[in-house]
């Protein structure tokens, strides 16, 4: 029996080595604090990011989400611009800053580039969808198209509600429902659709776990 045993350990011996080398990897992976896969940038602007969303939507304020949003827009770089022209922190478009600016003369001259301006921008945006989605079944959903319409446009979401009426499904619901109907192009889709999921389904429970303050609204999909 003990010869048996031995001669199986010598012919997989390797095998052996490679299963404990990688199950040590795993564990250490699994060790790993959440924050070690946030950008070491987002640090630096977490207490403000925090004091924005607070004065802007509350002391509940879902500053999480907030931060999952930049994460997805810039990557936490201030001076980005994407190759369709959108710039700073949170991605604005040139006229999307302006009329920001406009409609809100307390935030100033626009400044895509600044941080702290863009910061409470966003958040003043994301308000500005939130408020005209009201009729959205619950705060999930609500995020969900709230986000879609920051990414690109709340007309193509309004435009998007009415096709899953059409279809029998409930325009309230954006998960599964409103998401599954548009008439915008294959490639605009796809973004549109990565870009809410990624952000609250992926990114906004990391930087909730990370100790970032509001929680995740759509914890429960």
Same mark, same amino acid.
């Given at each position: ?9 010598? *012919?997989?011996?390797?095998? =052996?080595?490679?299963? #404990?080398?990688? !199950? ?9 604090? %959440?924050?070690?896969q ?5 640090n630096?602007?977490?207490r ?41 922190l ?7 800053? *302006?009329?920001?600016?406009? =409609?809100?003369?307390? #935030?100033?001259? !626009?400044?895509p ?7 409470? %921008? ?32 709340l ?21 599964g ?7 915008? *192009? ?29 929680g ?6």
């Amino acid at each position: 029996m003990m010869n048996d045993i031995k001669a199986y350990l010598r *012919a997989n011996g390797i095998w =052996i080595a490679m299963s #404990l080398v990688l !199950a040590t990897l795993l564990l250490l992976e699994s060790c790993q604090p %959440a924050h070690a896969q946030i950008p070491a940038a987002a640090n630096g602007y977490q207490r403000e990011l925090t004091r924005i969303v607070q004065q802007e939507w509350g002391m509940n304020g879902r500053v999480a989400v907030h931060a999952a949003q930049i994460h997805q827009e810039s990557g936490w770089r201030s001076n980005v611009n994407s190759p369709v022209g959108a710039q700073g922190l949170s991605q604005f478009m040139p006229s999307t800053s *302006a009329w920001i600016a406009e =409609i809100y003369p307390d #935030l100033g001259r !626009a400044a895509p580039y600044s941080p702290g301006w863009a910061m409470r %921008a966003q958040a003043r945006y994301n308000k500005w969808h939130w408020q005209r989605l009201a009729s959205a079944a619950d705060e999930c959903q609500r995020w969900a198209m709230a986000l879609s319409a920051y990414n690109g446009g709340l007309g193509w979401v309004n435009r998007d509600r009415r096709l899953a009426t059409a279809a029998g499904d409930n325009p309230g619901i954006w998960f599964g429902s409103v998401e599954r109907y548009t008439a915008r *192009a294959g490639w605009a889709k796809r973004e549109n659709r990565h870009y809410v999921r990624h952000i609250l389904l992926e990114l906004t429970p990391r930087y909730e776990r990370a100790g970032w303050q509001g929680g995740a609204p759509c914890s429960s999909v």
